[in-house]
């Protein structure tokens, strides 16, 4: 058997105004007082849109019934409106909540938000025996006062240990600034290609682990039809200069500038060793 709709006027207030007056009061204080995570945000506008939909049917049926039997307008241009504004008012207090569910913690400013989104990046932390830093991700803005400021903390490091597929160019021209300023000793457990093998040239002494590689391909800009300020030739040719200053020989150095950006050029040990790349003592 079919429930009967109810009239207008109690569908108005069971279906419209206590209902969702209810359920707004709850988004607004919530609002106020917590920030939900996102996730959870997410869950809650999905059940209450769809007990949203729910009370819009019933009232709809609602309204049918009333246009049937009595056919006055006015009232049911009213459920109308209470509705929309209802659907609009949920609107705002769910956006609201998604800002707040992602607002970043307060007290930090844009660029303390920033040096944190790269820091996400990458892992920099103390070897076991206190003596080494251990770099595990992208070279990113900030990882220079990043490694300044473990070093401070830790005045006993002599090693930095390299994994990293590499990264912006900038900032391990800057690493590699302070690892040759701290006669730091560098090494590759695993693959340091790119940025990366910049950084394991200013160590003092450099060497590879059993699993260790260098990868190295000629340079590129990642934003698409370049930068007419950046000479990429000019560019190539400062951390060239660099490298051989550090004992890596001119042709080996003319080898990796001529490996196309998008392959990557993997040296055996010994290619590394007969080229300057790696050394056992200053």
Known sequence: MKAEPRSLGASLLWHILLPRG???????????????PPNL?????????????????????????HMLSSGAMAPIWGGYLLLGLSVLASLSLWWQA???????PEGLSYSQQRALEHAQRYSLTLSQDGQALVFTGEITFGLTKAIKAQLQQHPEVTQL????????????????????????????PGLCASACTLIFAAG?????GPDGQL?????????????????????????????????????????????APTDLWRPSPDQLRNAGFLRHAP
């Open 215 to 259: 990868g190295f391909h000629g340079y590129t800009l990642e934003i698409f039809g370049g930068l007419p300020q950046i000479d990429l030739m000019a560019e190539q040719q400062k951390d060239r200069n660099f490298l051989i200053s550090q004992g890596v020989h001119a042709d080996f150095t003319d080898q990796i500038y001529a490996t």
């Open 41 to 65: 945000v997410w869950t809650l506008i999905a059940v209450d849109f769809l007990w949203l939909l729910w009370l819009s049917r019933a009232h709809l049926r609602a309204t049918d019934a």
């Open 161 to 188: 240990r390299l994994t990293s597929p590499g990264g912006h160019i900038y900032e391990a021209r800057g690493a590699a600034k302070l690892v040759q300023a701290q006669g730091l000793a560098t090494f590759a």
């Open 22 to 36: 209810f359920v707004l009061m709850l988004w607004w204080g919530a609002n106020q007082l917590v920030q939900m």
């Open 98 to 104: 998604l800002l707040i569910a992602n607002r970043p």
């Open 204 to 208: 003092e002494r450099r060497q590879l």
